[in-house]
């Protein structure tokens, strides 16, 4: 129900932009997340946003170079990812969680299957 796309291979300082389409239900409701995962690593929150689009929240190392939004009307939330560095190499996961949902996984009901991010320093 939950579709990410966007991921590839980048190198530093390039910029990407993650979508994740909703359907067969509307999250319109919903409070949206962004997590990634890392290879031998726990799956770490990203960025949220509020099912109005009104709050945003990010995670300290992603502040100032991701943006989160959302089109409720395309049923749709996107990740905008500037200055990528090698760190942020990770599967990214967008979440849905009943409100309110916020840094912790437990929170999302639904997950995306994921996209690939590759920095290549």
């Known amino acids: 129900q939950l579709q990410a796309s966007g991921g590839g291979l980048v190198q530093a300082g390039d910029s990407l932009r993650l979508s994740c389409a909703a359907s067969g239900r509307t999250f319109n409701r919903y409070d949206m997340g962004w997590f990634r995962q890392a290879p031998g690593k726990e799956r770490e929150f990203v960025a949220a946003i509020k099912w109005s689009g009104g709050s945003t929240d990010y995670t300290d190392s992603v502040k100032g170079r991701f943006t989160i939004s959302r089109d409720n009307a395309k049923n749709t939330v996107y990740l905008q990812m500037n200055s990528l560095k090698p760190e942020d190499t990770a599967v990214y996961y967008c979440?849905?969680?009943?409100?309110?949902?916020?840094?912790?996984?437990?929170?999302?009901?639904?997950w995306g299957q994921g996209t690939l991010v590759t920095v290549s320093s």
């Open positions: 979440a849905a969680g009943r409100v309110p949902a916020g840094r912790s996984r437990w929170e999302y009901e639904y």
